[in-house]
């Protein structure tokens, strides 16, 4: 069983629609969760970083985590073609560092205009 | 543009070949990783340097070496290629700690074909 679960989907979805993305984990020591979006060809970039449980909203993007089911989510509200790429989570134990991070294969997004 | 550049963006070359690829950090960071992503195994770390001393290391061939340079600029370099390290492979930096240490901003990646 990997450490980080996440479905490769690919997602396909209307312009406009609510999106949610999620990992699930095995490692109750994971304590930094990030997203990490990217886009065909590219390098993956930040989109979230929250430490421990809870909510952390930035413009059209909220992350929530839940370590007490080990579970994190990614939502995207009013999702636009430019939202089309591929997102991976990334969790980090409390003890470590990045170099420690592990990344989910990502899910697969496609938003139809 | 993340300011983590990587250059070549695609080598093609032959099995048996070395190769060597090339990072720059974004400016102020001090630690360099390396990351292998293929379509089977997602993305992999490989190796970590921080102001010039290897940090950490993953799952990084012997075939496979790094180093980071007194201007923080680093190399990968691949020998002995086979088939099955066509993949890309991404260079990312942070900064030294804090919390910051734990993002990663990456580069652009170097597809590596090999024939």
């Known amino acids: 069983q990997k450490e980080v679960e996440q479905d490769p989907g690919p997602l396909s979805v209307p312009e406009g629609a609510i999106v949610s993305l999620n990992c699930t984990y095995s490692?109750?020591?994971?304590?930094?969760f990030m997203w990490y979006r990217q886009y065909s060809r590219k390098g993956p970039e930040l989109l979230m970083y929250?430490?421990?449980?809870g909510n952390k909203e930035d413009g059209r993007f909220t992350a929530q985590v839940d370590k007490s089911s080990k579970y994190i989510s990614l939502f995207i509200r009013d999702s636009q073609p430019s939202d089309s790429a591929t997102y991976l989570c990334?969790?980090?134990?409390?003890?470590?560092?990045?170099?420690?991070?592990?990344f989910g294969s990502g899910t697969r997004l496609s938003i139809r205009p | 543009d993340s300011g983590v550049t990587q250059t070549p963006k695609h080598l093609i070359t032959a099995t048996g070949q070395r190769v060597t690829l090339r990072c720059s950090p974004r400016?102020?960071?001090?630690?360099v990783y390396w990351y292998q992503q293929s379509l089977d195994q997602g993305l992999q770390f490989l190796i970590q340097?921080?102001?010039?001393?290897?940090?950490a290391k993953g799952n990084i061939l012997e075939r496979f070496s790094a180093q980071q340079f007194p201007d923080l600029h680093s190399e990968l370099n691949l020998s002995s290629l086979e088939l099955g390290d066509s993949a890309l492979y991404f260079c990312?930096?942070?900064?030294?700690?804090?919390?910051?240490?734990?993002?990663?901003?990456f580069g652009a990646g170097s597809r590596l074909t090999v024939l």
């Open positions: 340097y921080y102001n010039g001393e290897e940090r």
């Open positions: 490692n109750s020591a994971f304590q930094y």
């Open positions: 990312a930096s942070s900064v030294a700690g804090g919390s910051g240490a734990n993002v990663l901003t």
């Open positions: 990334a969790m980090i134990p409390w003890y470590s560092s990045a170099s420690k991070i592990i």
């Open positions: 929250t430490y421990s449980s």
């Open positions: 400016s102020g960071d001090l630690s």
